[in-house]
Nanobody, 122 residues
Framework: QVQLVESGGGLVQPGGSLRLSCVVTGPIFKIDTWAWYRQGPGQQRDLVASVTRDGQTNYAEFVKGRFTVSRDIAKSAVYLEMKSLKSDDTAVYYC????????????????WGQGTQVTVSR
């Protein structure tokens, strides 16, 4: 089974920074696209940022200029560097991957991991 493990969350003051990490394990041949989502209390899960295998990035408007997503292909990992954090960024952050199975012509999406809590508060 493919599994995703997020880490790096915590409590940070407004204006502070945090770096999230996510590592995938299981029968994956190649990851095509990594993505970060977040879900606040009573809210839907929203796309935050994504990065392709070749390094192309995309960001939600509400984090553009503050967050940076990157990937390490060799480590099967994706990162989210968050700066200038504000209270609205408080949420559980999840990573997700679209990938090729060991049967290279097949593609699939990862399940959801447990997420990592980010709390921005004074």
């Amino acid at each position: 089974q493919v599994q995703l493990v997020e880490s790096g969350g915590g409590l940070v003051q407004p204006g502070g920074s945090l770096r999230l990490s996510c590592v995938v394990t299981g029968p994956i041949f190649k990851i095509d696209t990594w993505a970060w989502y977040r879900q606040g209390p009573g809210q839907q899960r929203d796309l935050v940022a994504s990065v392709t295998r070749d390094g192309q990035t995309n960001y939600a408007e509400f984090v553009k200029g503050r967050f940076t997503v990157s990937r390490d292909i060799a480590k099967s990992a994706v990162y989210l560097e968050m700066k200038s954090l504000k209270s609205d960024d408080t949420a559980v952050y999840y990573c997700h991957a679209d990938y090729q199975t060991p049967i290279s012509i097949r593609r699939a999406s990862s399940p959801w991991g447990q997420g990592t809590q980010v709390t921005v508060s004074r």
